[in-house]
């Protein structure tokens, strides 16, 4: 997608709650996936200890010399996010519309998708009357792939480098400072 995205061949379109949500849940996804796979190792240190046969010393060398690689694989986790949330920042902005928002009451009346299970919120609704309208709008006769071509629009995320160790922006001005897998290799 970072290729299409750099050809701009592609821009995603982008409704601000994708990129609060996004904020909202990274920290702790970052750090369940980081703790996931550090637990992993010590399960298969101990499944090694329960089941190791004649080559247990060589496959817990390996598995210990991988597990000193978690910090890095916590960083690249990191730069992951950076990048999508990159993505992100430089797409098509999707602003609600009042009629949309009608929309929206709407299907919650009428327990539709995806009020029609306890667990969605209408942010779930909205962004699927967004992503409806701008499907609807689009007269492929015109223009065969008009969701995929670049658009003029104010970047949200200034461009990450690896040189970069910071993404701020006015509209991803929540972010806190994250530095990227370069930097957090040094």
């Excluded at 007269?139 to 969701?147: A, F, G, M, R, V």
Aim: hydrophobic letters at 35%.
């Amino acid at each position: 997608m970072r290729v299409l995205v750099d050809q701009r061949g592609l821009r995603l379109l982008v409704p601000d709650v994708v990129i609060d949500e996004f904020e909202r849940n990274r920290d702790r996804v970052e750090t369940t996936m980081t703790t996931t796979v550090a637990q992993r190792f010590k399960l298969l240190k101990q499944d090694l200890g329960d089941y190791g046969g004649r080559d247990y010393d060589h496959a817990l060398g390996v598995i210990e010399g991988l597990a000193h690689e978690v910090p890095l694989i916590g960083a690249m986790t990191t730069r992951n996010f950076t990048d999508v949330l990159e993505l992100l920042c430089h797409g098509r902005t999707l602003d609600p519309t009042d009629g949309q928002r009608s929309r929206v009451v709407q299907r919650g009346l009428e327990k539709k998708a995806p009020f029609h299970r306890s667990r969605n919120s209408v942010a779930d609704a909205l962004l699927i009357e967004m992503y409806a309208t701008a499907v609807d709008g689009a007269d492929l006769t015109e223009d065969p792939t008009p969701l995929s071509r670049p658009t003029v629009t104010t970047s949200r995320c200034p461009t990450v480098t690896s040189e970069s160790p910071i993404l701020t922006s006015r509209a991803c001005s929540r972010l806190t400072a994250r530095p990227t897998a370069s930097a957090l290799m040094v």
